[in-house]
């Protein structure tokens, strides 16, 4: 309930046109009732045959309700989305200031894959916490008590009589439903979530399944699960069904109820045979505002657990001391790893261990290993994405862990393993590392990084869309891509992460050539198994599970033999085919 | 009120159902129609006649009957409903997996992984509405309002007239304003789509714009996109909401109308005041199932749309193989020395103009070991998809002995047949059901025996649960070079007589790959085998090697030879950066 509270802090600041939708929102079911009521009244006075001018008014009311109905119903809908929408803007910004400092690691954790879907699923729900819930709610209660005053305006019984039906319909028996059904609702979204990943698994290993014939069992294991989702949902068909019988049940002996105690008393004269009408008739309409409280009700049982989840999100990370800054006008930047020990959270060993070096500008290293040998956490670590648990990283003499972490990266220029293409235009993906770049930068950035030949091919030039819904782009091509915002960046130290491995010798050449004339006096950090890159390198790093078993120029590393040795013959003996 | 046909088709499959979840909802319908008039019968009578609670109560008790029948008639239909949901949905689950293993795994390239996932549970589930609520909600639509304008034709014409006439009104202008919707927001579509997606992208990308310094920035623009998001959407809705005020405005003003109508002529004395109370009270109810039918109208096309993917999934054509021949001429076949000859095959992929392999036909002889060399693109992996099964040429047969092998079932080919792809999949089970893949054949001895070919006998020595350790997500509890040994124990443990491999090229750890060489001499020993290579020495060491150039034979020969008297297979060698 409390992460729900913080709905209820937005809610305010928008409470102009919360308080409006409301408005509108009873007025819209007051006309309904005001409808079917004045139209009763008309019709049972008529039938007392009195002369027309004592009808007017009824008939004007009939009228007006009948228009005014709609256009209350059209236009708290526009209002209440409107609300939403809001919300939703909110929800996002402040979701994203939570969760910005401490990402990507709070965000893509070693495991959970589907952490985004469920970020957007939860706040989907939360956006429609007002018009789902808040709003039925209000509208319901208003409604209610206003019903009752009318009809107990006549005699207290049936006040009461009504307030009671209304209010077992619209609160204790959906509240009730939601008790009930919360077991199955559980077991079910954990029948579903099982289903989802046995079919993900089955459809990803279906090679290795038909190959070894091995279909029947594991599709009989999948049916299985769904056979037990189809089971909980009959449970739950059950339920819902008795829940709107019931509904239909409480709104029908509430008029029935209301007959049978208001009879005796229009014929003692307390009230007129034509309210009887009017009482049955707005009773009728009135049961419109509960109709939606049973969703209502479910609604808020998801927003809570959603509203719960994006709290601890935002709290799961830890807010570091940064107050150190380095000056910017360094001779010489220098990037200093010393004893750097790292474990990720649950993780049984430490993926790097005792990781000593040091980069300087103008200085190239390298840093060759297996996969799995550390070396994108050791990238991860530098860019103050993970903290080491021992040792230090520093920065001309300052501790990362010290530093603002913003400021920090701003050192770095990097070209990532997997490259991410926002879904803008060619010229906003590329602006993204520099802001203030003409369009002739950006083209020729794009040339150094040997994809002149893919942009002149590109109708719309740096208008083309690229990304999710954008042209299709190679590994090759998006990695120069990439290259071209990093030559766009001025940053005094260049990390690589195999910006060769999609790209023909010939290209990966003419690339990395560019770079280096392009950027001499860097700090480079590269990641490569390119031996003729090796070659050019000033030192390498050899990563073999977590720790540097070697180090040195290409040519010692090979008199040396070991690890790097069998490297450079497993390098040898791959056939680019490219 | 579109009714999809196939959806019907399906809804027809479970009919006694439907049928009766139809009747029960139509009977709950009548039985409304029924209690109105009974509510008339006693408020008149109180009104006009002037009786007492006694003089109605018998007609309040019937009523009290009507409610109760019409509780349990309406909690029988939405359990039927639900009931024929749940049956339909499971059917085309069932229909779509038995599909998808039938195409194999071939279609499900291309990132279709996730869009099958997304299409056989969300799209699946979202028929709920469809057939639960939409469906039987037409009928009713169509069969209620029928009935009451059967009972007040008789009673009252004028209110008839007034019936007849405003009813079809509403799906008119559904239709109408549905269309121009409809247009808005396809012309709005490219930008509500990317100002939609803008916060999902920018969390997508986070990493990347913290590595270019634009990730606090980024947090104003995610409310700027989001607040233009709001205001387009907010137009959008501005329109479509107005078909919904169009059907709330003839269903209460035509009530109006019946009241006034009814209204005037009771004055005059021209209708009984029984009769304009009840009409007054049906003509809701009159409206009402539209009404309801247009609420569900979007979460019944929102099915539709989904119908139209399960569809498409199941209208895919399936590679028809007609197995003649039965296991034991294959058992056989490969007791012989036998010979496999590939002739003439042609494969396009379904979309690509030209082929991905043409005219290729080589031969492979018992126990020899083969490598696959060319380009990537040249065709390398369609053809040992073929040799799988995982596709079917278009042209041309592969013959083992005398018998076309595609006269041979699937299940049986791949009995003889083995599979060593270059990242096998390791499921999220114990390490026995990962080498068995469930199959009860084999036994604990038969996977120790294999985890001891493989060279897991050491590791499975400390494993705590032995053979029954989950090896969790991916194989998490094992390294690379482990997960590789498990799959190569799924080969031992099988045994098959023709061997396909493909190398894996990723990084192992230079140490763990010189053991796995052992264990691999020990795989290939007495088979025979075809190996994509992507080692220079895979290629040097085999029997044969097969160099194919843009999905055609490039040449078939010794790697020396081959050098020596293809210059396309030098230029290929020499041309791949290797450093003397």
Redesign the interface.
Known sequence: MKGLWRVCIILKEFSGQVFLSLILGVAAVAAGIGLLGTSAFLIASAAFQPSIAELQVAIVGVRFFGISRGVFRYLERLVSHSVNLHVLTRLREDFYKRVEPGAPANLFSQQGGDMLQRVMGDLETLENFYIRTIAPVVIALVILAGVSLFIGGYALQLGLIMAAGMGISGFIHPALAVFISRSPIIQLSRSKAAASARLVETLQGLEDIQVYNAQAPYLEALLGEFRWSAVLQKRLVNLNAVSSGLALLFTHLTVLLLLWVGIPLGSAGQFSGISLAVITLVALASFEAVSAMPAAALHLNASAAAANRQLTIGEEMSVYPRLTKTPRNIQRPELAFEAVRFTYPNAQRPTLEDIHFKITSGCKTALVGASGAGKTSLVNLLLNFEQPQEGSIQLNGVKLAEMDAEESRSWFAVLPQSVYLFNDSLRGNLALAKADASDEELISALRAACLSAWYESLPEGLDTWVGEHGVKMSGGERQRLAMARVLLQDRAFIILDEPTANLDPATARKMMDQLFTRSPNKGLLLITYDLGLLREMDEILVLSEGTITQRGRMDSLLKAGGEFKHIFEMENNKIRDS | MRIHPRLFKEARKNGLLFLLTALASFLAGGIAVI?SYQ?SR??SG???D?R??KE?SSI?LF??LL??S???L???S??LA??M??AI??RL??EL??K??RL??EF?KNEK?GE??TT??QGVDALDAYF?QYLPQVLISVALPLTILAVVFPMDLLTGIIFVFTLPLIPVFMVLIGWASEALTKRQWKAL??LG????????????????????E??NE??DA??R??LA??AV??VT??S???L??IA??S???V??E???R????RIA?QQ??FI??IA?EYYLPLRNLSARYHAGMTGVTAAQKIFEILDVPEPARQPVLSIENLEQVFRTDYRLRVSNLYYSYPGMGSHSIQDISFCMQKGLHYAL????GSGKSTLARIL?G?IEPQEGQIWVNGSQVQAYS??DW??F???L?QT??I??DTLFNNVT????RFSTSDVERALRLAGLAQLLATLPLGLHTPLL?GG?RF??GQLQRVALA?IFL?QPSLLVLDEP??????????ALDDTFKTLLQDRTTLTI?????T?AQADEVIFLKDGQIGAIGKHATLLETCPDYGAF?H?????A
């Open positions: 209690q509510l006693v408020i109180v009104l006009i002037q007492t609670l109605v309040l009523i009290l409610i109760f019409r509780v349990v309406t909690i029988i939405e359990a639900g009931r949901t749940i949905k499971q689950r069932a997996l038995d998808v293993n194999g795994p499900l992984t099958l996932t056989a549970l639960s789509t990317y997606n803008y916060f999902l992208d920018t969390l997508q990308g986070i990493a990347t714009l913290k590595m270019l310094g634009r990730s606090k980024r947090g995610v409310r989001s607040e998001y709001r959407t907010l809705l501005r909401f107005i919904a005020l169009a709330e405005l209460t003003i009530t109006a109308v009241a006034v009814i209204g005037l009771l004055l005059y004395g005041f304009a109370f007054l009270l809701p060399a060319g380009r990537s799988l995982f699937l299940e791949r009995r047949v083995g599979w792809p096998p999949f499921f999220n893949l469930r199959d009860t997500e998490a390294s690379g799924r099988r090229t990723s990084h192992l750890d230079p140490g763990l790959a010189r290579a992507h080692r220079l020495s290629i060698i041309g791949s950066g290797v450093l």
